[in-house]
């Protein structure tokens, strides 16, 4: 069973630009959240916020119902140096175990690594240069990468970004299937249809929480007109305190 | 280690060794580069994947500094190896301390301590001039197998132990805390501990390679073969491997060749040039098999 999620007063600013402000809610447990709002709108401060990765005021606090459990991450973005040879599976391998890449005799450690690389469909790039992936194939080690531990907190930002339809399906099959596990799932998304179709609680973000809610009830059209009005208004707003 | 040299000195005299065996110092420094060559190799690779090229050539320059500190503070002239433990040391912690606390880039900042203590280096050898012969400082500078003691193959013995047994545990999480920090995070780990762990092992190779290589050329064989690995290789386990083996065979080979073809040259001139020789076949293999 995933956790629940407590935001109390959550703040976050960088130097004079206010990232977030205020911002107050309990994500439940073994649902999938989607953050949704614009860009700099606050999405992925608030993921770092939760994860414990940038320095916030207020708190947020994770409730485990069995003691603390695993959290499964997949980043924006991750860079890789084409030309060092760290193959997807040394990727997978880095993040699974403790033996060293260059002394790892270990087959049972590549079974397991080579099993969670099929489960994304990324088994034939197991030898594959990270860097020379596109960026929706990296997206996708990435997401075998936060699956390694079975987690029950999965905190994905943005992860089909630059997948293909067919990852896009693949990767809301999973997502159906963890929370099915009672995964507590987070992510952040900018796919409006595809955010529908994952029937999940959406949350709005802009600086400030702008609404929470089940998906059929916060994308409405007239909705998420209103968010893009506010964003405007919000960068005006910030550009006037700057000045 | 008499065993050793007595060994070697048997199989000159019966002609299975060349003659250059028959020398004790010959044998010292070959298990010098038998212990310094894989550990440098090693690192090298994450030395590459860290992008920390320039902060090993900084540290084996501070090296410099740190030796004549000891000399002016009563160390032997011959071995000060407290004075150059200690700069080297603060040297490399205080640089990735300041390094995570200001907005400088990096090699800016790497570039600020090298002059530093090249300066400061070269200030104090001034003084130093006075109570040794000038000339040692060439064997600083550029390595020298006749200098290297019993007891320095200890002290070469139990930094590679420490690092090898560090190496073992923790290679994997140095690696992850430098290609996603924030993954490394997540998963619990300490990124700055290992940082720092792995800062410390740098400087303890650098320490350990300066009799053999030299203070100036220590860090270009923390580089050259892993650059050489990178360009061979097709996994991350080969790449350490590969820039083990050409680091190993660069020492032995740079230490031996000078010795055998009796050319004047320093031992870390010969086991750069050596190792640049690897660098320069597989630039040109990787040219010609992409053609």
Known sequence: ?243 | MDWLRLLANQGAEAGWLSESFAYGFMVNALVAALFVGPLLGGLGTLVIAKRLAFFSEAVGHAALTGIAIGVLLGEPPENPIIGLFCFCMIFALLLHFVRNRTAVPYDTLVGVFLAVALAGGAALLMYVARKINIHMLENVLFGSILTITDFDLLVLGVSCLLIIVGLMFTFNRILLASISPDIAKVRGYNTHFYDYLFVMMITLVTIAAVKIVGAVLVGALLLIPGATARLMTRSMGSFVLLSSLLATLSCLIGTLLPMELKLPIPSGASIILVAASFFLIATVYRIVARK
């Open chain 1, 1 to 243: 069973m995933g956790p629940s999620i407590s935001l109390s007063h959550v703040s976050l600013r960088y130097e004079n630009n206010i990232v977030l402000q205020d911002i107050s809610a309990t994500l439940g447990s073994g649902e999938c959240h989607v953050i949704m709002g614009p860009n700099g709108g606050g999405k992925t401060s608030l993921l770092r916020s939760i994860l414990g990765l940038t320095p916030f005021k207020g708190e947020v606090n994770i409730h485990w119902p069995k003691g603390k459990g695993k959290i499964g991450y997949v980043p924006q973005k991750a860079t890789f140096e084409p030309s060092l040879p760290l193959t997807v599976l040394d990727f997978i391998l880095l993040n699974q175990s403790r033996s060293p890449l260059f002394f790892n005799f270990n087959k049972k450690h590549k079974v397991k690594a080579l099993q969670q690389l099929a489960r994304l469909g990324m088994e034939d790039r197991a030898m594959f240069r990270m860097g020379q992936l596109s960026g929706g194939e990296q997206q996708r080690v990435l997401f075998a990468q936060a699956l390694l531990d079975d987690p029950d907190l999965l905190i994905l930002d943005e992860p089909t970004n630059g997948m293909d339809d067919q990852g896009v399906r693949y990767f809301e099959s999973l997502i159906a299937d963890l929370v099915k596990e009672n995964k507590t799932i987070l992510v952040v998304h900018h796919d409006i249809s595809a955010v529908r179709r994952l029937q999940a609680v959406v949350h709005v973000v802009n600086g400030t929480l702008l609404e929470s809610g089940l998906a059929e009830d916060v994308l409405k059209p007239n909705k998420i007109e209103r968010l893009f009005n506010h964003y405007r208004s919000h960068s005006n707003h910030q550009n006037e305190e700057v000045a």
